[in-house]
């Protein structure tokens, strides 16, 4: 079974945080609430807008009830500290009592939940392990229950787009969100329980309209990197977000297009995702690695193409796929040892994003 909130063992920051004031102001004119996280990825453009894509998305297809548990569910399996306290904490303000959120995070058999609903909190828990990803038939098997298939689509974004910012969160070790963990589990919490899911309901239906009003062409989604699994979205404002992000990071020049072409290859060869494997495979062809070049490099987890700081990045990707929080803290540690802040935090952004891409594949498989 996955840990508990209290089973998990965190590490001091290894980012510390370093705001941008001008962010700081655009997140508040957005009405967001500003977070730890936030507050360590501003430096980078594309990361701090898929980071905020996360906490501020509005689901089309699925229901907020979905929403929350798959969030907590998947920080849990992911063993990320911050996002399932900050997740659990989030549960209690929306009213959800202490014996449901256990009984989900133990896994046990709740009543008031319906086959559906257990069939997506197990593909919660299946996709974010990945161990293996789960097969296609799972796919079959949620329609058959009652799920369209772009409500599938939009849970398998939502799965990987959380695995992605778990990652974020457990690489730089983001110190939890204590005050509002506090706040949620005392008497100010129970109030806010009583009145946010009216508010909610207020709320989010223009909301809703909002995000479902992102025009989105398949044409356009199939450009750029992983363009095949992007257009997997289309119809959903999941896919304007998840093409920004894989544009945006292999735009940004300080780790050069191979290394993160070949940091997605080892996250989808651990994976065993060919159709990735293969796409990154072509991003290295255009950059002239014809295909003995990347055997060796992938049997090698480096290339001589690359500095000898982006090898060792290539080399800490394949940990990410699966860990223990601890021994990766200790390993991206070490990794940022030898780099400067802003390259390290575009590691750390890149690996996450491989792992998000690949386990959303499985959308083609």
Not at 170 to 199: D, H, I, K, Q, Y
Not at 200 to 220: C, F, I, K, M
Not at 271 to 299: K, N, P, R, S, T
Not at 304 to 324: F, G, I, K, Q
């Amino acid at each position: 079974m996955a840990l508990l909130l209290d089973e998990i063992a965190w590490s001091e920051p290894l980012l510390a945080a370093d705001p941008d004031p001008a962010w700081t102001a655009e997140l508040k004119r957005r009405g967001a609430h500003v977070f730890e996280v936030d507050r360590r990825v501003a430096a980078s453009p594309w990361l701090r807008e898929a980071a905020y894509s996360v906490t501020s998305y509005v689901p089309s297809e699925i229901s907020e009830r979905q929403l929350h548990m798959g969030a907590m569910i998947i920080a849990q399996e992911n063993a990320c500290r911050y996002c399932y306290g900050a997740n659990r904490a989030y549960m209690k303000v929306l009213g959800y009592s202490e014996s449901f959120i256990q009984n989900i995070e133990r896994d046990v058999h709740v009543a008031e939940m319906d086959a559906k609903e257990r069939a997506a909190i197990a593909f919660c828990r299946n996709l974010s392990r990945s161990r293996p990803r789960p097969a296609r038939d799972t796919i079959d098997q949620l329609v058959g229950l009652g799920f369209t298939r772009l409500q599938v689509n939009e849970m398998a974004f939502l799965i990987a787009f959380g695995c992605f910012y778990n990652r974020l969160a457990t690489l730089m070790a983001c110190p939890p969100e204590r005050s509002f963990e506090a706040m949620a589990n005392g008497p100010v919490g129970r109030l806010l329980g009583l009145v946010v899911p009216l508010w909610g309901r207020l709320t989010h239906a223009g909301a809703r309209r909002a995000s479902t009003d992102v025009p989105l062409e398949a044409t356009a989604l199939k450009a750029g990197p992983f363009g095949s699994v992007v257009a997997l979205l289309a119809g959903l404002p999941a896919a304007r977000i998840m093409k920004a992000a894989l544009d945006g990071a292999f735009d940004l020049p300080l780790i050069s297009r191979p290394a993160k072409a070949l940091m997605f290859a080892v996250v989808a060869r651990t994976l065993d995702c060919g159709y990735c494997e293969g796409e990154a495979a072509q991003l290295l062809a255009d950059e002239g690695v014809d295909a003995a070049e990347f055997d060796i490099a992938m049997d090698t987890l480096g290339s001589t193409r690359l500095r000898p700081d982006e090898n060792a990045m290539v080399a800490w990707t394949r940990e990410t796929v699966s860990y223990e929080t601890a021994a990766i803290q200790r390993q991206t540690r070490s990794l940022g040892a030898g780099l400067n802040r802003a390259v390290l935090l575009e590691a750390i952004g890149v690996a996450a994003l491989a792992n998000a891409t690949v386990r959303l594949a499985m959308l083609r498989e």
